[in-house]
């Protein structure tokens, strides 16, 4: 069992950055490649990006890359969202994951648990 916890969310204006974190439990967290992903209101869960067990391979997604960036510290069981140049269309709830197995995916029904979701809203 891994229970995540997201945190960093806010209300920042369009240009601004912000950093998610997801802290996670249990000892086996270097062992679940995670991933990041967004819901606006009424549409489905949208891929944001992911991260190897091993931090190796990243994914983005073409409405992010370039702009932001997923890393995690294995030591401190936490992967982190770096979100910066920020738009009105970035306003979501953010979810982290978790996905055993060394790669990620893009399908947000690979992952195995969940965060319970951190606000991001960017004024314009």
């Known amino acids: 069992q891994v229970q995540l916890v997201e945190s960093g969310g806010g209300l920042v204006q369009a240009g601004g950055s912000l950093r998610l974190s997801c802290a996670a439990s249990?000892?086996?967290?270097?062992?679940?490649?995670m991933g990041w992903f967004r819901r606006i209101p009424g549409k489905e869960r949208e891929f944001v990006a992911t991260?190897?067990?091993?931090?190796?391979?990243?994914s983005y997604a073409d409405a992010v890359k370039g702009r932001f960036t997923i890393s995690r510290d294995n030591a401190k069981n936490t992967v982190y969202l770096q979100m910066n140049s920020l738009k009105p269309e970035d306003t979501a709830v953010y979810y982290c994951?978790?996905?055993?197995?060394?790669?990620?995916?893009?399908?947000?029904?690979?992952?195995?648990?969940w965060g319970q979701g951190t606000q991001v809203t960017i004024s314009s």
């Open positions: 994951a978790a996905k055993k197995g060394v790669l990620g995916s893009y399908d947000y029904t690979r992952y195995d648990y």
């Open positions: 249990g000892r086996t967290f270097s062992s679940y490649a």
């Open positions: 991260i190897s067990a091993s931090s190796g391979t990243t």
